[in-house]
């Protein structure tokens, strides 16, 4: 049996007045016993008690802070200021892993070093405290599909909890996250990563979203932020956005959808060998 | 946050024989639930690798077990069976693992939804050497799932629906007839479906060995139902049912299925895709 490797795992949360949430979030990080963890939560100055839920478990996060901040995005990227690990990750408030998702990443970054990022194509939302369904599936995730609008909010976005990327990928793309959009700061950040690196994709399931009655879910305001981000990557051009919009509208349709195929790259065990096996350039149908 | 469940009792019957490497995993992995009405049944047929002493170890938390000389898995599931009293029942092999919530999901759906006679999961995982559930297969249709990707980990069936089956009284069932006992519940309920991963199977161990029938009962289409949950407005589970057995829509996914293999091959001697 082939030895064990530990990669250091950073993940960081950005907390803010969500203490009836905070608890299980850490749990579920702690709770994996992962030996190489570096858990951060940079807090933005609550007032419900969310601190003394952090200090309970101060023993076993590597650094925490409570200070007014500007918003979620300030608060990730001072978390990535701190943190040192070779895998990076970050898990909002309330979000869930899953507990092996953290087992699952390091065997996979450590068994393919071509990996440099690495998500799951069937997002999970969490119903109650411990009780998973999915929202839907993928077959992968592709760059052509990325720039044609496919993962736009409201169509089905790469969901951000069950997302882990290398740190040298995140140092090449300018590593900070835009703190100046309050909502959907992943999506500029996937821009970025898709200019670098090719997205691997997982079907085992990593982490889900916290569901609750009160929550919107993706309206449509996600999806104008992020429509926005993207059209300002085709400096506006109004035939680059119509052509790539018009190739997402065809592969909506019911039978022209086989004109336009995605090759999308994904990670897979395999059983017969006993280890990680890349798949590449499986056609997909959107 | 859904207040539907009444806790109806759940009877688990685990086999096992000579694998005492996994045994406690599986254990701890119904009994870790701490679900408040579970029978948990242990059939060992004359382990002696120290399978005995880890039974042993739980036997306060065990409804019953046994271990003595049988002919079998088909006989052993069925011994335990007998002995099976709850309102919901499954089988778990030796090496495969539930997940921390599939009591509850199971109990939930059950109890909200009295129409549910068995339910399954579309989402199969696979658990490699270590422990982790890695590979996700499911069939890629919901309605439609493949037999063989009914794994007998995540399947769950009513105590009345089994009771149906004379098959199961009568004679003993072989290793390797799950497709069989699929079927049978299947003349007599509907599938149910729902996309919450409930179990885990190891395939290094009896998977392989164990084929679930003959090739013909594997490739079969079993149509279901889908178990969903209203995320946005009622918040409880629901049920959806498909019916395609009309003429206008087999027409029409016809004509689809004509218009695309004909795109197909357009686009397979168009000269820009040669490249």
Request: hydrophobic letters at 35%.
């Amino acid at each position: 049996m082939r030895e064990k490797v530990f990669p250091k795992i950073s993940i960081v949360t950005p907390s803010f007045n969500q203490a009836e949430y905070l608890e299980e979030t850490i749990k579920s990080v702690l709770s994996q016993n992962y030996p190489n963890l570096e858990y951060i939560i940079i807090d933005g100055g609550s007032t419900d008690g969310s601190v003394e839920i952090i200090r309970r478990y101060s023993d076993r996060i590597s650094y925490w802070v409570s200070e007014p901040d500007k918003g979620r995005g300030e608060a990730i990227n001072k978390g990535f200021q701190h943190a040192t690990g070779e895998i990076m990750g970050w898990l909002g408030c309330g979000d869930k892993y899953f507990p092996w998702t953290f087992e699952v990443v390091s065997q996979i970054f450590s068994a393919l070093p071509e990996v440099e990022w690495l998500t799951s194509a069937t997002p999970f939302g969490w119903i109650t405290r411990d009780m998973p369904l999915r929202y839907y599936r993928r077959t992968g995730f592709s760059k052509e599909a990325f720039f044609d609008g496919q993962y736009l909010p409201i169509r089905g976005c790469i969901q951000q909890e069950s997302t882990f990327w290398k740190k040298s990928l995140w140092l090449r793309s300018r590593g900070h996250v835009e703190s100046a959009l309050k909502i959907m700061p992943d999506f500029e950040l996937w821009l970025r990563f898709w200019q670098y690196a090719t997205l691997y994709s997982l079907w085992s399931p990593l982490a889900g979203l916290r569901h609750h009655p009160s929550q919107g879910g993706a309206v449509l305001s996600h999806f104008e932020i992020c429509r926005k981000i993207l059209d300002d990557y085709y400096h506006n051009n109004i035939f680059s956005i119509f052509y790539h919009e018009t190739r997402y509208r065809i592969s909506r349709l019911p039978v022209l959808k086989n004109l336009i195929r995605y090759r999308y790259s994904a990670v897979k065990y395999d059983f017969g060998e006993g280890k990680w096996a890349i798949v590449k350039s499986l056609k997909s149908r959107s | 946050m859904t207040k539907q469940n009444n806790f109806p009792k759940i009877s688990i019957v685990t086999p096992s024989f000579n694998q005492a490497e996994y045994l406690e995993e599986t254990i701890k992995s119904v009994l870790s639930q701490n679900y408040p009405n579970l029978e948990y049944i242990i059939i060992d047929g004359g382990s002696t690798d120290g399978s005995v002493e880890i039974i042993r170890r739980y036997s306060d938390r065990i409804s019953y077990w046994v271990s003595e000389p049988d002919k079998g898995r088909g006989e052993a599931i069925n011994k335990g069976f007998q002995h099976a009293t709850g309102e919901i029942m499954g089988w778990l092999g030796c090496g495969d693992k539930y997940f921390p919530w599939t009591f509850e999901v199971v109990s939930q759906i059950f109890s909200a939804l009295p129409e549910v006679k068995w339910l399954t999961s579309d989402i199969k995982m696979m658990l490699n050497k270590e422990g982790s559930p890695c590979f996700l297969d499911e069939s890629l249709d919901l309605y439609r799932i493949n037999l063989e990707h009914i794994s007998r980990e995540s399947t769950f069936w009513r105590m009345s629906l089994y009771n149906h089956i004379t098959m199961h009284k009568n004679k003993s069932l072989p290793n390797g007839e799950t497709a069989e006992f699929w079927l049978e519940l299947l003349k007599l309920a509907r599938l149910n479906n729902v996309s919450t991963p409930l179990g885990g199977s190891r395939p290094a161990l009896a998977r392989h060995k164990e084929s679930s029938g003959p090739v013909t009962l594997q490739r079969r289409m079993v149509r279901c139902n889908v178990v969903i949950f209203d995320w946005w407005e009622e918040y409880k589970w629901k049920l959806t049912t498909f019916e395609s057995r009309t003429l206008k829509s087999r027409l029409y996914r016809a004509s689809l299925k004509i218009i695309s293999f004909l795109l197909k091959c357009v686009k397979k001697f168009s000269p820009r895709s040669q490249s």
